[in-house]
């Protein structure tokens, strides 16, 4: 577990140098911060996957396990919340500090719009774009 924490740091510092720049699209962040584990497709056979304990999610099919709808605030709730200490499956890196900056307004539900990393959004909405059935 300790040699998979490292792995996660490491990759974490990566990534750190490579997503500062404003102009990073979610696809790119994906790429920098997720594909290692979930792949560069999303499906969880990222380079890194045989090596944790837990296998990554396929996050190709997040709206196919709910009900076709993509819940666009709790997938960048779980995002977030990996980070901030949330019991979680595996061992995600805590990638909120590369997903922080310019803030953007978010309907959160019940007509409230919350201020919420533009970063952090991107990211999300690459997700939705990469959505499957799961007869794909």
Request: glycine share 12%; charged share 20%.
């Amino acid at each position: 577990m300790r040699a998979t924490s490292s792995l996660f740091a490491l990759i974490g510092l990566a990534a750190l140098g490579a997503c500062t720049q404003e102009s990073e699209t979610g696809e790119s962040n994906y790429l920098n911060l997720c594909a290692g584990c979930h792949g560069d497709d999303g499906r969880g056979a990222g380079p890194a996957a045989d090596s944790l304990e837990a296998t990554p999610a396929d996050l190709t099919l997040i709206a196919a396990r709910n009900g076709g709808a993509f819940p666009m605030v709790e997938v960048m709730s779980k995002i977030d919340g990996y980070a901030k200490g949330e019991e979680h499956h595996g061992a995600m890196p805590a990638f909120w500090p590369l997903l922080e900056g310019r803030t953007v307004l978010v309907q959160t539900g019940d007509g409230i719009l919350t201020p919420t990393p533009e970063p952090l959004v991107e990211l999300a909405e690459y997700l939705r774009s990469i959505q499957r059935s799961e007869a794909e």
